[in-house]
């Protein structure tokens, strides 16, 4: 490709100029000139492309990038942007090859790779793309945070934790190798250290906004709330736009204050200088409906959603909002999001939900079996599968919902140490509460209502009670391995006999409380275990409140589905059943609280 005229790169210059400052419009103008005098420019085709990508024309745009692509096969940068594109349309049988390609010069294509496979649950690929740069001493903060996410997948936390120490050990004064440090260690659950590691980065003059969100992380699991709030804080003032640092702080203000206008005064205040930005409105109206506020929620995206190019990502979070309260809307902005973007799985689960929820179970079923052909472990697919045929009468629900086999409730052993159950439960209790005493409000998008949830990952808590109890569960789930066998339907066929635990927490919930009905994406088998009860609650015929509940859809249905089993709880009962199993707690009420404890296993994975 031949050089272009001094001329030209002066106006790409300035074209360049515009893009930096946010002038979309006016950039695209001059580039569609250039373009229009230069039609074989492959890099005006490019930025032009991606200047329509962002104004919703995502045909125009695909079909200017594979133009430039066609010109200049090797430019990574289109390869990039086109890849970007088609994994937004849905499309990762074709972006994965070209990202492939441009990962090989651009270390941000490795970065959405190996974020793509992660959030596909693919560790072993994301670490494939991942590692050789992360190891030759490639510690961008992102992409190391996906590195350590793959290794932490596959249960090698401590290998990622001793690859970066060597990193800060033999440079202790880069602050990029300290960061890369802190995040291993904080995914290792090593968070003081972790926030020890971060803060000398941040002493040594390295204050970026990634390393704020790094501390910050590691200080909220250490219940050092105030702190992070400072440091989520300074993190947007260096970064206003910073998605994460918005969602982590709302839900920092949301447990202090449980007022949603608190929880979303950072979002409105960026939001003033950007009001059309689509990812904060619906990083906003996501904050809002974990509030519980889903109208409100669907009021801060209708303006933007009503847009002729509002993008599929903005049109499904609007939709998100609307089916909990009018399926009929979220069907529409489903179809709008899924013609836009044809493969694309969350415009499709959305359409799916949206179909169960007017009474179309047929179509919706028919869209179900093809999210599934794609990702045939998600636990909400299988639900909404299992949900349509239940409404259309099919014999397959009663099989793979049969709820007196396979929800199996069991009476945990005492731990070698405690001489009773009684007297474990009690030290139990205590080592919780100290973790709930952090908490005034209930986390934003949680299940729960009246109550309020750990914020650590329990299976990796260094309290020996603790520690005692997840020991104490491992002969109960292999039981329940043992004694559900193999199979071809989806509990079954991936039962090894072995497992791995995928995240632990404790609930408590106040009078009135209760867990809305819901399923666990990623888990495998879930649980419920039973700390300490409001007196009466155990062993009452004659009422079911508190009781853990199945069947009961966590969305509209026409008609609606009622509750079809009913487990009662008792004090140091572990229930175990299928993470794709609706499930919920009934309000109870009384001046105790509930206190419980809950974890998602999965499968052991190869290491």
């Not at 799916?352 to 929820?357: E, F, H, V």
């Not at 919930?509 to 300490?532: E, Q």
Request: neutral net charge; charged residues 20%.
């Amino acid at each position: 490709m031949s050089s272009p005229p001094p001329e030209l790169l002066d106006t790409m210059q300035h074209i360049g100029g515009l893009l930096k400052r946010g002038d979309l419009r006016g950039a695209h103008d001059r580039l569609q000139a250039v373009v229009e005098a230069h039609p074989d420019y492959a890099e005006a085709l490019r930025l032009l492309g991606g200047v329509r990508q962002s104004f919703g024309e995502t045909d125009s745009a695909e079909a200017l990038l594979r133009k430039a692509m066609a010109l200049d096969p090797g430019w990574g940068p289109t390869l990039f942007t086109l890849g970007e594109l088609l994994l937004q349309r849905g499309r990762s049988d074709e972006a994965v090859p070209l990202l492939k390609r441009a990962a090989q010069r651009m270390p941000q294509a490795a970065l959405l790779l190996a974020r793509h496979y992660n959030d596909r649950q693919q560790p072993a690929e994301a670490l494939a793309v991942a590692a050789p740069l992360c190891e030759a001493g490639q510690l961008q903060p992102d992409l190391v945070t996906q590195h350590v996410a793959a290794l932490s997948a596959l249960g090698r936390q401590d290998e990622a934790v001793a690859l970066y120490r060597r990193f800060a050990d033999a440079a202790p004064d880069h602050p990029a190798a300290m960061h890369a440090l802190a995040i291993a260690l904080g995914a290792a659950n090593q968070h003081t250290e972790a926030e020890r590691t971060a803060r000398h980065a941040l002493n040594r003059g390295h204050r970026s906004a990634a390393v704020y969100f790094t501390q910050a992380s590691s200080l909220v699991t250490l219940g050092d709330f105030e702190a992070a709030e400072t440091a989520l804080r300074e993190c947007l003032r260096l970064e206003p736009r910073h998605l994460d640092a918005h969602d982590h702080l709302a839900r920092l203000v949301w447990m202090r204050t449980g007022d949603a206008a608190q929880a979303t005064a950072a979002l409105d205040q960026t939001l003033q200088g950007a009001p059309g930005d689509e990812a904060l409105l619906a990083a906003k109206a996501a904050v809002l409906q974990g509030a519980d506020d889903v109208r409100g929620a669907y009021a801060c995206l209708a303006a933007a959603a009503a847009r002729p190019h509002a993008s599929p990502a903005l049109l499904v979070r609007a939709g998100l909002a609307a089916l909990e309260f009018d399926p009929a809307t979220a069907l529409t902005l489903a179809e709008r999001a899924l013609q836009l973007s044809p493969n694309a799985t969350p415009s499709r689960t959305l359409l799916t939900a949206s179909l169960l929820g007017i009474g179309d179970a047929r179509r919706a079923l028919e869209h179900a079996e093809l999210l599934l052909s794609a990702a045939p472990d998600d636990q909400y697919l299988i639900a909404l599968q299992t949900t349509a045929w239940r409404m259309l009468g099919d014999a397959r629900y009663d099989v793979w919902c049969n709820y007196p086999q396979r929800v199996r409730p069991r009476r945990l052993q005492a731990p070698p140490a405690w001489q009773d159950l009684a007297g474990f439960l009690a030290d139990l209790k205590r080592s919780l509460q100290r973790l709930h005493q952090r908490h005034d409000h209930p986390l934003l998008f949680q299940s729960l209502r009246r109550g309020t949830e750990t914020t650590g990952d329990l299976t990796r808590e260094q309290d020996p009670v603790i520690q005692a109890l997840f020991n104490a569960f491992d002969a109960p789930i292999r039981d329940y391995l043992a004694y559900i066998g193999t199979g071809n339907d989806p509990l079954r066929r991936r039962n090894r006999g072995t497992y791995q635990y995928n995240g632990g927490w404790s609930v408590r919930l106040r009078s009135a409380g209760y867990h809305t009905n819901h399923v666990h994406p990623r888990g495998w088998l879930s649980s419920a275990f039973y700390v300490d009860l409001p007196e009466g609650m155990a062993g009452n015929a004659t009422s079911q409140e508190g009781c853990l509940a199945f069947g009961e859809p966590g969305m509209p249905t026409a008609p609606p589905l009622p509750v079809q089993h009913v487990v009662r709880p008792e004090p140091g009962m572990l229930v175990l059943f299928p993470s794709y199993f609706w499930h919920g707690t009934l309000p109870f009420h009384s001046t105790q609280t509930r206190l419980t404890v809950a974890f998602d296993v999965v499968p052991e994975r190869e290491r």
